[in-house]
């Protein structure tokens, strides 16, 4: 799904050698999603650490691109103020008519009983802050 929704904006020309926007959007997610280094990523494919660095950058850039089709916010009175008390009904956030995914801020490390809750996949300590829009 991603891949055709990006096809046509990865499609460059072949100087340096022609990599296809298949393989440009499966070499971005592998090193988004592994969080490795740049280098690894590449490895599997045949390409350097600079030619991934500019993949992530046009596989971001054509996703951003194609942004309106998955990011909407109520327009009508009537549209917000379902989603508010869609929002209120979920969690108890009063006013809320849209929310921006999540994201892991690291912090010093916690101890005592509590120290467990604060750590995330990676190994290290965060808070998982959500970022909302006010009415």
């Not at 298949?22 to 070499?27: E, I, P, R, S, W």
């Given at each position: 799904?991603?891949?055709?929704?990006?096809?046509?904006?990865?499609?460059?020309?072949?100087?340096?050698?022609f990599?296809?926007?298949?393989?440009k959007?499966?070499?971005?997610?592998?090193?988004?999603?592994?969080?490795?280094?740049?280098?690894?990523?590449?490895?599997?494919?045949?390409?350097?650490?600079?030619?991934?660095?500019?993949?992530?950058?046009?596989?971001?850039?054509?996703?951003?691109?194609?942004?309106?089709?998955?990011?909407?916010?109520?327009?009508?009175?009537?549209e917000?103020?379902?989603?508010?008390?869609?929002?209120?009904?979920?969690?108890?956030?009063?006013?809320?008519?849209?929310?921006?995914?999540?994201?892991?801020?690291?912090?010093?490390?916690?101890?005592?009983?509590?120290?467990?809750?604060?750590?995330?996949?990676?190994?290290?300590?965060?808070?998982?802050?959500?970022?909302?829009?006010?009415?």
């Amino acid at each position: 799904m991603i891949i055709d929704m990006v096809k046509n904006d990865l499609a460059g020309d072949a100087r340096g050698g022609f990599i296809s926007p298949h393989l440009k959007v499966l070499a971005a997610i592998r090193t988004w999603a592994r969080g490795e280094i740049q280098d690894d990523a590449g490895d599997l494919g045949g390409m350097s650490q600079p030619t991934i660095s500019l993949i992530c950058k046009q596989v971001a850039l054509a996703i951003v691109a194609h942004r309106a089709h998955w990011i909407k916010m109520p327009q009508s009175v009537e549209e917000q103020n379902k989603v508010i008390a869609g929002f209120y009904a979920l969690c108890g956030f009063r006013q809320v008519i849209g929310a921006i995914d999540c994201t892991h801020i690291r912090i010093p490390k916690v101890g005592g009983d509590v120290a467990q809750y604060y750590i995330n996949r990676k190994g290290y300590s965060s808070i998982n802050v959500q970022v909302s829009y006010l009415v």
